[in-house]
Nanobody, 114 residues
């Protein structure tokens, strides 16, 4: 059974940084593109970033470009979301996912105070 477990969320002040982790199990990790999504209160879930397994390409939502990165550690079956210069608009539940496979983690809350 494929499972994604996120960790690393929390409360941070504006301008601060956080690193989210997503550990995958039950699959051959290096054969799947991994992604992060987020959902703020009262809003739809939105794409944040992805890491393509075939060539290591990364993609970002315009709102996070230059502030977030999505590194991946094959040996640890883990994908990260490194977030810097966090702003109150980044407050959301962040989800790790395997796009196209309908596999999602349970989510981790990130709250940015002004």
């Amino acid at each position: 059974q494929v499972q994604l477990v996120e960790s690393g969320g929390g409360l941070v002040q504006a301008g601060g940084s956080l690193r989210l982790s997503c550990r995958a199990s039950g699959l051959t990790f290096n054969q799947y593109t991994m992604a992060w999504f987020r959902q703020a209160p009262g809003k739809e879930r939105e794409f944040v970033a992805s890491h393509v397994h075939k060539d290591g390409s990364t993609y970002y939502a315009d709102s996070v470009k230059g502030r977030f990165t999505i590194p991946r550690d094959i040996a640890k079956n883990t994908v990260y979301l490194q977030m810097t210069n966090l702003q109150p608009d980044d407050t959301a539940v962040y989800y790790c996912a395997i796009p196209g496979q309908n596999v999602w983690g349970q989510g981790t809350q990130v709250t940015v105070s002004s």
